[in-house]
């Protein structure tokens, strides 16, 4: 345990050190339950299974680790749809490890950095306020290779934060998910594009 426990400070420590300087300077402690750590979401999706509609749904997540640019969040999304026909209540869970100002690896050249360009281009004047980032997902869903048993879960994200007042913040994302799911007792691999908009609080 003691090695495993060793290699992982090592991988952050090496991971920090390769980070520009200006980050690791501003966020180089451990943060457990750090400011603004619960986030509710609404998000709109387009999938290719069980239905093959656009539909909305919520989540809530809460962001449970933060070292540096790196952040931990456990997430919990509810979608239901219920027609004449058939009723679909779907429950997922999942890990959201996100990398926070990921563009500002780009802090070069030194006279025209590239990621304050990148940065103008996308946010305008909103360029200092705006905490881009990439994540992944990976976790379960209920129902998933049948009616009564989980399916897993995987995908990506990409979106931008902007910090409004000290303990509020607004979230948007793009995310693409690979699920599990039984739908009309028929289990099937799910794709899944959703656009978040949500607050942490």
Not at 100 to 108: A, E, K, S
């Amino acid at each position: 345990m003691s090695i495993l426990v060793s290699r992982l400070l090592a991988g952050l420590f090496t991971l920090a050190l390769a980070l520009p300087q200006t980050a690791a300077c501003q966020e180089a402690a451990l943060d457990i339950l750090p400011l603004r750590p619960f986030n509710f979401d609404i998000s709109f999706n387009q999938r290719t299974f069980a239905p093959q509609t656009r539909v909305i749904a919520a989540q809530v997540g809460i962001t449970a680790l933060r070292y540096g640019p790196l952040e931990l969040r456990t997430v919990y999304q509810y979608y239901s749809q219920h027609t004449p026909t058939y009723i679909t209540d779907q429950h997922s869970l999942f890990l959201n490890p996100r990398w926070n100002n990921f563009i500002d690896v780009l802090d070069f050249p030194r006279t025209r950095p590239i990621n304050r360009i990148i940065r103008h281009v996308l946010f305008g004047p909103l360029e200092d306020r705006a905490v881009p980032y990439v994540g992944t997902l990976i976790g379960g869903t209920l129902p998933g290779r049948s009616e009564g048993s989980p399916g897993y879960l995987y995908g990506g994200q990409v979106g931008v934060r902007f910090p409004v007042a000290r303990g509020f913040s607004v979230d948007m994302g793009l995310q693409y998910t690979r699920f599990e799911i039984d739908f009309k007792s028929k289990s099937d691999l799910s794709q899944q594009w959703l656009f978040t908009i949500g607050i942490r609080l």
